[in-house]
């Protein structure tokens, strides 16, 4: 009998989660930038649709989790109940910087080491050069959860890996 009432609370719950009802986004790479003397990077980006208010209910408000996920290696399943492993992730945020009036502009910052030993960042460089070495880009979605909403995926941005490997060999600075 408990069993039958866990499954159908468990039912009544999901049934319960709304659709967001928005197109999934387009995003475009603008940049990519090492954040001094780390194995830490800064993804710039666009959008055609505002990810910071995806609901209508302000900037930010109501949302669980706002962030830029990548997949590194081979791994491509970007669903929330999914760890993918290797990737890199991080928050989204406003970019003021690269301001146009028709597209909003976003940055994230991630460590590309989350999969490897971050306390080795020589040992980092060469395992994602060597991860990276046949790959011209790398996909990434913006990924958005929100309490009694179904999770939001963006269409797919493509990553320069030419890009992205000038910042990780770039030598440190002094």
């Known amino acids: 009998m408990k069993k039958i009432f866990v499954l159908l609370f468990v039912m009544l719950c999901t049934s319960?989660?709304?659709?967001?009802?928005?197109?999934?986004?387009?995003?475009?790479?603008?940049?990519?930038?090492?954040?001094?003397?780390?194995?830490?990077?800064?993804?710039?980006?666009?959008?055609?649709?505002?990810?910071?208010?995806?609901?209508g209910k302000g900037r930010g408000k109501?949302?669980?989790?706002?962030?830029?996920?990548?997949?590194?290696?081979?791994?491509?399943?970007?669903?929330?109940?999914?760890?993918?492993?290797?990737?890199?992730?991080?928050?989204?945020?406003?970019?003021?910087?690269?301001?146009t009036s028709k597209k909003f502009n976003y940055f994230t910052r991630t460590l590309l080491s989350d999969s490897f030993e971050p306390t080795q960042p020589t040992k980092v460089i060469a395992e994602l050069n060597r991860l990276l070495a046949n790959k011209k880009t790398i996909p990434?979605?913006?990924?958005?959860?929100?309490?009694?909403?179904?999770?939001?995926?963006?269409?797919?941005l493509q990553l320069p890996v030419a890009d992205l490997l000038r910042e990780i060999n770039k030598p440190e600075t002094p």
């Not at 997949?71 to 989204?92: K, R, Y």
């Not at 990434?140 to 797919?156: E, P, R």
């Open 16 to 55: 319960c989660v709304k659709d967001h009802g928005k197109p999934p986004a387009n995003l475009e790479f603008v940049s990519v930038a090492r954040i001094e003397d780390f194995t830490a990077y800064s993804i710039y980006f666009s959008s055609d649709i505002d990810l910071l208010d995806l609901y």
């Open 62 to 99: 109501g949302q669980i989790s706002t962030q830029l996920l990548c997949a590194l290696g081979s791994d491509l399943d970007f669903n929330v109940e999914h760890f993918m492993d290797p990737s890199a992730s991080g928050l989204i945020n406003e970019d003021d910087s690269h301001s």
């Open 140 to 156: 990434c979605k913006a990924v958005i959860t929100a309490y009694g909403y179904k999770a939001y995926y963006s269409n797919t």
